[in-house]
């Protein structure tokens, strides 16, 4: 195995890896997987994965070598690259809200709320009929499936109900129960779970993060790589700090006012609310933890304030108001 086998660089996903090799092994990969999970724990590198090992030349060339050989000029190909993580191999096709230029999928207007029908009938089904360019498979990639409009979702479906000779496509997403429920019964979930801490923590170090501040922030990350990066970059953690001390505020302050600034502030920056409410949560546990240690009789408040924090997470990754999430979050703090 080299290091350019990109199946080998998946780490502590053991179940979901096993279960792509053995159908690499057994010649029986699925046309239409649903990688759920976390974000920012390999489903995506998963997914190049198994695509590189379908386009590989030398794959199957002798017995026992069902994996990426990782060397041949498919496999280098097959490695995501440049900024948008494309790869170059023409049978490698990643499709994505607002990934394309309006005309190059046939629109007119950008996509800003779903990925539309026009770049499911311009990348997948204008090309249905065709073989793959290389003759091996051809691997359709699909980033936050939820993300699918209800008519791109219908069409992609189409081409699920009829299976196209030597074409797969992988679907990726944090949030499957968003996933229409015809699309979920089509295709083959596998599950892809939280990263252990210990991971983050040295694969922060590997990207230049001190060891002790790898090692804290690997602790709020939750698993997740993607949240990892997030809490690591100063400018956002600066931020996070900001968002935590506020919220503390507004659960002691008097008045409202604090807690509807910081909620009506909160849905500008949706992407970075997830970490700053995980930062929250952390920073009541601290709280409460050290409350306990002090036999302070504020510890029980603090600890259920943490786990409200918890809950709004929840509410957020179920794709709930961000402004209203953070509103009921705090009211509930302060109820307490
Ligand atoms: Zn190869």
């Known amino acids: 195995m080299s290091a350019a086998d990109l199946l080998s660089r998946l780490e502590a996903q053991e179940t ?7 159908a690499l092994k057994t010649g029986r990969v699925h046309h239409a ?42 496999c280098l190909r097959a490695m995501p690259r440049d900024e948008n993580r494309l790869a170059v191999h023409p049978d490698i096709v990643v499709l994505e809200c607002g990934l394309y230029a309006p005309e190059t999928i046939g629109r007119r207007t950008p996509e800003t709320q779903d990925l539309s029908i026009d770049q499911v009938r311009t990348l997948v089904i204008a090309h249905a009929a065709y073989p793959p360019h290389e003759g091996r498979a051809k691997v359709f990639i699909v980033r936050r499936a939820e993300e699918l409009s209800v008519s791109a979702a219908n069409a992609l479906l189409k081409t699920l109900e009829e299976p196209l000779a030597r074409k797969h496509f992988v679907l990726l997403t944090s949030r499957p129960e968003s996933l229409l429920p015809t699309i979920r019964s089509r295709t083959m979930r596998v599950r892809f779970g939280p990263l252990p801490d210990s991971l983050v923590a040295a694969l922060l170090e590997a990207s230049g993060v001190a060891p002790a501040r790898a090692r804290e922030v690997a602790r709020l990350a939750d698993g997740s790589m993607a949240t990892a990066a997030a809490l690591a970059n100063p400018e956002q953690s600066e931020a996070r700090e900001a968002f935590v001390a506020r919220a503390f505020a507004a659960v002691d302050a008097k008045a409202l006012d604090i807690g509807l600034a910081l909620a009506e502030n909160a849905k500008k920056d949706k992407g970075a609310l997830t970490t700053h409410v995980a930062a929250l949560a952390t920073a009541f546990a601290a709280r409460a933890s050290a409350a306990a240690k002090a036999a302070s009789p504020n510890a029980a408040t603090l600890a259920a304030r943490g786990n409200i924090a918890l809950l709004a997470l929840d509410h957020l990754a179920g794709n709930g108001s961000p402004q209203l999430v953070v509103e009921a979050m705090l009211i509930r703090m302060r109820a307490i």
Do not use: M, W
């Open 16 to 22: 979901a890896k096993h279960t792509i090799l053995q």
């Open 33 to 74: 997987y649903l990688f759920a999970g976390p974000d920012g724990v390999g489903k995506e590198l998963a997914a190049f994965g198994l695509a590189q090992a379908l386009v590989c030349e030398k794959r199957n060339t002798e017995r026992d070598r069902f994996q990426a050989c990782g060397q041949c000029s498919a």
